[in-house]
């Protein structure tokens, strides 16, 4: 997980519901529901130069440039999944969950990058990874691509080589093979936002390249075609044996209209379409969302620029694209405010911020994590962030596939889960969202990508100076294992 905030305007006066009588929802959860805990191969596996792996672009970053993270640090070794994966799931038998999110190292399994020759010693760590879990009656939900792409595909571009849509593919292709009977539960790629807008729009992950409005917009388009290909890929040749589904995980804020005027109830929809839409559109409908061709296109004229800054799709790529989301996936950890604004006057260099044209902050009374302090607590919002995805794709069916707090104050970590998940229980009861299942991001401390391992989000504790890496079990491992078993937020339930 990461969560980028960025508050660019401080407005003070916002009419911010406190629900200080609210009260957590007492009904179970259904009996199928999946209670699940998150992981990803870079920030937990380490070995990263073990058994044939080659580096990624993380692992380039963090060696090339030490205080890219604040501790010095990077995932040579991070959680030593590689080697303690038995104990892992091990603590997550003992939970009770139903599913494992994990990640696919694409370059310990295709050192390469290509399909050309398949790492086999890579590929038996995953066989025996997804082996224990079925042995253990936990549903695998792999992750094939997140974040660590190969170094040798970014020395060709990465995400802005439209040629990433046939190294994806073929990629997919192997993991398909190799893994797809023991695997119901497929997604692409972890957040695209975060690549996108991290690697190539604001620069704060590798390849930090600094484009914002541009070249993040060119790597969203290379991703979701390459995402479309994936899934082709598995609905023609692998669905019917395999009889599985795949899906993307995108990420998304909660985004609340600074008040009830149609205009900011227009800028909330605006940056929900900027942010969520930008993935979820084309997934579902085979385009970007029309405020943002409209935007985009019509700014980019006023630039003098005879193409606009937002990549068109071919129709064959648009049909390609729609209805390429088996399940809604997504993760979230926070709300902003948003209010309309007048539309910024056109300057260089573009930015998506500028694309939007509405404002968003978060109020300083929310409620702060420890670390960071802008890391706000906004449980409530959950209902309403629910509600807007049922309403804008069709009612889907929700995965909702990271939600969790960093933070030193473990009972705020309980805290955040509780609501958030009461919320959430709200949606399923009074709005009839269907979601069938929640993750928690994580079972355990990890290497937080360029927060290093300053930033705590496990149910396990890990002390990063134990050569060991030993897990040490937090309360909230202990509240979440109960909600697990008791398919309930509170002490009693009712069906
Ligand atoms: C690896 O990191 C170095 C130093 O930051 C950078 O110059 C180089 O471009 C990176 N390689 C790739 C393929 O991105
Ligand atoms: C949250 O942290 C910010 C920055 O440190 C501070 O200004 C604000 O008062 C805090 N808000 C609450 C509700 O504690
Ligand atoms: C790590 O594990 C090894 C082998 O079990 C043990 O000998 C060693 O004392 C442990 N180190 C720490 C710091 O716990």
Known sequence: MFLYGIVLFAVAVVSSPLKNDYVINNKRFPENFMFGVATSAYQIEGAWNVDGRTPSIWDNMTHMNPDFTPDKSNGDVACLSYYKYKEDIKLLKAMGVKHYRFSLSWSRILPTGYADKINELGVAYYKNLIAELKINDIEPLVTISHWDLPLTLEALGGFLNEDIQWWFQDYARVVFSLFGDDVKYWITFNEPRQTCMGGYGYGYYPPAIHSEGLLEYVCAHNLLRAHARAWHVYNNEFRSTQGGKISIVVDTSAYIPASDNEEDKVAADTKYYFELGWFANPVHYGDYPEIMRTRVDQRSRAEGRSQSRLPVFTDEEKNLLKGTADFFAFNTY?????????????????????????????????????????????????RGLLKWIKDHYEDPDILISENGLCTD???????????????????????????FGYTVWSIMDNFEWQLGYTQKYGLYEIDFNDENRTRKARPSAEFYTNVCKTRCLTDECVD
């Not at 930015?351 to 409530?380: A, C, H, L, M």
């Not at 309980?414 to 609501?419: A, R, W």
């Not at 009461?422 to 979601?435: G, I, N, P, Q, T």
């Open 409 to 435: 104050d473990d009972e705020k970590r309980i805290y955040y889960i509780k609501n958030y998940m009461s919320y959430m229980r709200d949606a399923m009861e009074l709005d009839d969202v269907k979601v």
């Open 334 to 382: 926070s709300a902003n405010i948003v209010q309309h604004m007048d539309d910024p006057p056109i300057s260089y260099p573009p930015s998506k911020y500028q694309d939007q044209g509405v404002r968003d902050f978060q109020p300083s009374e929310w409620q702060n994590s420890t670390q960071p302090s802008w890391f706000k607590i906004v449980p409530w919002c959950m």
